[in-house]
């Protein structure tokens, strides 16, 4: 068989690069073609990782000896070796920098090694009669470190003052999404709902993890899990991997099919910083909702992934924002969040849902298509003009659920349909337990709808057609209502004046825009707020006293523009303040949507 083999080792850590390499024993053919990805999956921006790559060679055994090849380029990833005559093995290898602390890329420096294959390892394109696997996996690292991935393990030997780590992969998929972190913490093991579970912790500053933390995320985590495992039964996985980046800023998440790679805020395990601690918690949630929805229940885009170009579905709101819905109900049922902490997330979603303007402009089927150059890529005016499958589609997903659970009394919610599509569609993954569902095969959304309405015994087709393909925003008192709760705006008694803008300080200039902002025809994005009515404003507090007072009061706004200073008459609105604040105990309905299934 025409084994593929990458190597990896980390002695050059201290500089933030590693070496790689590529071995294709037994090549076949006159052209080994490699093809370097160029995106990861859930993250969709093309982040061209070959521009990491440095001093690249090629050489080729024949009859014992080692013979130097040409490497030519092709296109933006690919590269061409001719394979000489006789070869019983080629190499391809170069150094690559890892230098951008996130979860979609590489990051390497003394501490440890965050390696993501989609953003390292170059598909094997001719060359190899198994160009689809399988694979091998080594990675050279001090012998303080262990590794923790999702690739099966085969070895690891110390060979002097290294550690060769040796994993397989039987198949691309498996490969790409078989990322590794190598440091000197030890893995964390703990079981929940029936499987085993392991935590690989990092702290970014090289600063001390409080145990009793740990133990708190750990007994979390193990609640959350086995309220997921109570709702879709026991998973075909075993031996989840949970890599916690512990940050100063950075957060950020990306799931693959037995792990998942998260950062956040060193803060969050503080015991006092309740909104770090809900935040945390959440992203956890969300990347497991995800290793059945979008990892074993896929859109149809998705279900042979091509990392060289963009790939459109319109089904992100989908898997992206009701996967935000679910992750978070699940917080709710298990107990990690309590009604406070779940409402106290509402108003923060609810504020940022009403403060854009793209529902009138823009469809949930449309934001998901168009994710790779609006999401990713947006600009100063992208609020105005566009929406957020994430945020919006969770808030579809809360008045989808709503009409599910009025049409059967409180039986029957959207989360069931997620369960339903799992067990009709869901996917069998190397590794898994099993054979997939009923019906392995991606989704497409009439499959979704289809699965409300048998479950429901009606047609949502309406509802789904409302939400997802017409404009305009859902009627969220409507929701809070027929959950027999109350929303209510922010109470506030002071009379500052509302510019509707969002500010960068430091110096004080406006970023974006508000929906109904009073100014958004008089002032551009990037302009920096000077004075108002001769009066310095430095940051956003000086803006706040500038303003006390002067709710639709006539004021003289100064501002620098490209180098110009600028003066215009502006009209301070009253702050709409929307309904944000969640009350009432709850109906049956909620009630039915809160529970807990590991109670009954």
Not at 307 to 316: I, V, W
Not at 375 to 395: A, D, F, K, V, W
Not at 550 to 566: F, P, Y
Request: net charge negative.
């Amino acid at each position: 068989m025409s084994e593929i083999k990458y190597i990896l080792d980390v002695s050059k850590r201290d500089e933030q690069r590693f070496f790689a390499g590529v071995e294709i024993s037994n090549p076949v053919g006159s052209r080994l073609i490699l093809a370097f990805p160029r995106w990861s999956p859930g993250s969709y921006l093309i982040r061209e990782p070959r521009r990491l790559v440095h001093d690249m060679s090629a050489w080729a055994m024949v009859s014992g000896n080692n013979f130097d090849c040409k490497i030519e380029r092709r296109g933006p990833d690919e590269i061409i070796v001719k394979i000489p005559e006789g070869a019983s093995s080629i190499y391809v290898s170069w150094y690559a920098f890892g230098n951008d602390l996130s979860v979609r890329t590489n990051h390497i420096d003394s501490s440890h090694f965050h390696m993501i294959p989609s953003a390292t390892f170059p598909r094997v394109i001719t060359g190899s009669n198994h160009p689809e696997g399988p694979y091998v996996v080594e990675l050279m690292h001090p012998p303080n470190w262990s590794a923790t991935t999702q690739l099966k393990f085969v070895s690891s030997k110390k060979d002097g003052d290294i550690v060769k780590s040796i994993w397989t992969a039987n198949s691309r998929d498996a490969l790409y999404d078989g990322i590794i972190e190598a440091n000197a913490n030890e893995e964390i093991l703990f079981q929940a709902g029936g499987r085993e579970f392991r935590l690989k912790l990092w702290d970014a500053g090289g600063l001390a993890i409080d145990s009793e933390r740990i133990d708190f995320l750990v007994k979390s985590m193990s609640d959350l899990f086995s309220e997921f495992h109570a709702l879709f039964g026991e998973p075909p996985w075993d031996n989840y991997a949970v890599i916690l980046h512990l940050t100063e800023k950075a957060r950020g998440g990306l799931e693959h099919t037995g792990s998942q790679s998260s950062q956040m805020r060193r803060g969050s395990l503080d015991p006092g910083d309740k909104d770090g601690w809900r935040d945390l918690i959440s992203l956890i949630s969300h990347e497991y909702v995800h290793a059945w929805n979008v990892k074993r229940l896929r859109p149809q885009t998705f279900d042979d992934y091509d990392l060289s170009q963009e790939m459109h579905t319109d089904l992100l709101w989908w898997f992206e924002g009701v996967t935000s819905w679910l992750g978070d109900m699940i917080c709710l049922r298990s107990g990690v969040w309590s009604d406070e902490d779940w409402s106290a997330d509402l108003k923060r979603k609810l504020t940022r849902f009403h403060s854009m303007s793209g529902w009138d402009h823009q469809c949930l089927s449309d934001s998901s298509f168009e994710s790779w150059y609006h999401l990713y890529r947006p600009h100063s005016h992208s609020p105005e003009t566009t929406i957020s499958y994430y945020l919006q589609g969770e808030i579809a997903a809360m008045c989808m659920d709503l009409e599910m659970r009025k049409r059967t009394k409180g039986e029957i919610g959207l989360d069931d349909v997620m369960v339903d599509l799992w067990k009709r569609h869901g996917l069998h993954i190397e590794g898994d337990s099993g054979s997939g569902g009923i019906e392995p095969r991606p989704i497409v959304e009439k499959d979704i709808v289809s699965s409300m309405n048998r479950l429901s015994k009606g047609r949502l087709n309406g509802v789904v057609r409302r939400l997802v393909h017409g404009l305009g925003a859902p009627n969220m008192l409507e929701w809070s209502k027929g959950m027999g709760r109350k929303l209510d705006p922010v109470e506030s008694d002071e009379q500052v004046g509302w510019l509707g803008v969002h500010l960068s300080e430091s110096p004080l200039r406006i970023s974006k825009f508000i929906a109904e902002s009073p100014i958004r025809n008089q002032l551009q994005p990037g302009d920096e707020i000077i004075a108002i009515n001769g009066r310095r404003t430095r940051k956003s507090s000086d803006l706040k006293g500038a303003l006390r007072g002067n709710v639709e009061q006539e004021v003289k706004l100064t501002v620098s523009r490209r180098g110009g200073i600028m003066e215009f008459n502006v009209v301070p609105a009253k702050d709409p303040l929307h309904p944000v604040i969640i009350s009432g105990n709850g109906n049956k309905l909620w009630k039915a949507f809160s529970s807990s299934r590991r109670e009954n």
